[in-house]
């Protein structure tokens, strides 16, 4: 089994400001939601590693829409480099970063964000001593 994606709730005509957050901030790819699903609102996300499909974000349109305050996806980078890039462009976005976390899930350096509706994202690195050969 393998995970497809990760469903995020979004207000009714959120959009705009998904596509800001997750496209432009987090830096994911925008693909197009299949006809049958694209009257319900809502946009899906990608993230690839050339041409393999690394990690998947459905954002749909919830009424009444709570945020998300714990559950949220954990993304991987590559490097504490990008890491700290991805941190950078969230906050020049104008977003929530919080490093408060950054060392305390054993084997990886992290900080979490919340998105324009108040969803949290998780943003990770496997701690340089714990880079796999």
């Not at 054993?106 to 969803?119: C, K, M």
Request: charged share 25%; with cysteine; glycine share 12%.
């Amino acid at each position: 089994m393998k995970l497809h994606h990760v469903q995020v709730s979004i207000p009714r005509g959120g959009e705009a400001e998904a596509r800001r957050f997750y496209a432009d901030a987090l830096g994911l790819t925008e693909v197009q939601k299949p006809p049958s699903l694209a009257g319900r609102g809502g946009c899906w996300f990608r993230a690839y590693d050339g041409d393999t499909v690394t990690a998947e974000i459905h954002l749909g349109v919830d009424d009444p829409f709570v945020p998300a305050k714990k559950a949220h996806p954990g993304l991987v980078c590559d490097s504490l480099a990008e890491l700290e890039q991805v941190a950078a462009r969230i906050e020049r976005g104008g977003f929530d970063v919080s490093w408060a976390e950054r060392d305390t899930f054993e084997g990886y350096v992290r900080f979490h964000a919340r998105d324009g509706f108040g969803n949290r994202v998780e943003i990770m690195t496997p701690a340089v001593g714990d880079l796999a050969g």
